[in-house]
């Protein structure tokens, strides 16, 4: 088994060091424009942070013995060495774009990732509010243990991505040369991808690279000022209903559904997804209508105003974008 560090743990000085540095510098430097800090908000983020790494070890006892199998049963494997994590690093990235992409348009998966929007500050103790149900990952990385990739490279290279990602979680910082700006997530791009208003909702998923997003026709650049949070916020800062609200509003809609079909969508439909209403005519949101069913199913992404979360309705209970 490759002996590999866990990035993340190595790095947690750092984020605290830097975390601090920017606390400061709103101190001495305020600026209207930005959301800066607030006491409440920070202390939730880094509990959450603290949690994850919790939870995350719980997680990963269930998780190691699938991926182990797997690798078990591949007669293919890839050597860790100098060249080749480069290679298990740009996979890992494509990889993690479409489990950012899913954990957006996929209610369930949502119900975990919410955790890391829910806020309505963007600093870098926003980086740290991580949830503590990983659970919904792990099939995204299956492709790569099936291609021979140990699990423990996977592991690090999903250490590397969520360092890389820290800085990113910053309104110090502007825009960068536009080769930057071209190839890698900036905190401009990612400023997007926790914005709430409706042209940037669901965009800018990649993690290290932000040319999955221009490949894949997921790509917003930073043009208005961001409105961060979600677009019905939970108003609360205790992190045990921060990491479960959204599980409990799929409860109550699922137990409120009319039948499986409704229950299931309510599931594995997007967040904002409503059933269509019986047929009455001249009403709107009737089965037929523009406003009927899923806002968004079917439609291309074809610019800002398109996309995963463009035009979605607002959502039922605490089901917040």
């Known amino acids: 088994m490759p002996h590999l560090p866990n990035a993340v743990m190595w790095s947690i000085p750092a984020f605290v060091l830097l975390a ?6 709103y101190r001495f430097h305020p600026d209207e424009d930005t959301e800066g800090y607030a006491a409440k908000d920070a202390a939730t983020s880094v509990t959450m942070g603290l949690g994850s790494l919790v939870f995350d070890l719980l997680w990963k006892i269930p998780i190691v013995a699938i991926y182990a199998a797997i690798y078990e049963l591949t007669p293919l494997r890839v ?4 060249w080749t994590l480069p290679l298990m690093l740009l996979a890992q990235d494509f990889f993690y774009y479409w489990s950012h992409r899913g954990h957006h348009v996929i209610r369930v998966l949502w119900a975990c990732h919410v955790v ?8 870098l103790t926003t980086a740290l509010r991580q949830p503590w149900t990983t659970w919904t990952v792990w099939p995204f990385y299956v492709p790569m243990i099936a291609l021979g990739v140990h699990p423990a490279a996977v592991a690090f290279c999903s250490s590397v991505n969520l360092v890389y990602q820290f800085w990113i979680h910053t309104e110090r910082i502007g825009t960068l040369p536009r080769p930057v700006e071209f190839v890698f997530n900036t905190p401009s791009h990612h400023r997007v991808h926790h914005a709430s208003q409706g042209g940037y909702l669901d965009r800018n998923f990649g993690g290290i690279l932000i040319v999955w997003d221009r490949l894949f026709g997921s790509f917003v650049p930073e043009t208005e000022r961001p409105v961060y949070g979600l677009t019905k916020n939970i108003d609360t800062y205790n992190p045990l209903r921060v990491a479960t609200h959204e599980y409990a509003a799929i409860a109550r809609d699922v137990a409120a559904a009319r039948d499986w079909r409704e229950r299931a969508g309510r599931v594995f439909r997007g967040p904002g997804w409503q059933p ?13 209508s523009p406003e009927a069913g899923s806002p968004v199913a079917g439609a291309p992404i074809t610019g800002p105003e398109s996309g995963p979360g463009a035009g979605r309705a607002e959502p039922v209970g605490e089901s917040a974008r």
């Open 20 to 25: 601090v540095v920017e606390m400061v510098s």
């Open 79 to 82: 050597p860790v060495v100098w």
């Open 276 to 288: 269509a209403t019986p047929p009455e005519a001249g009403l709107p949101g009737t089965a037929g």
């Open 116 to 123: 890391h929007h829910s806020s309505r500050k963007f600093n």
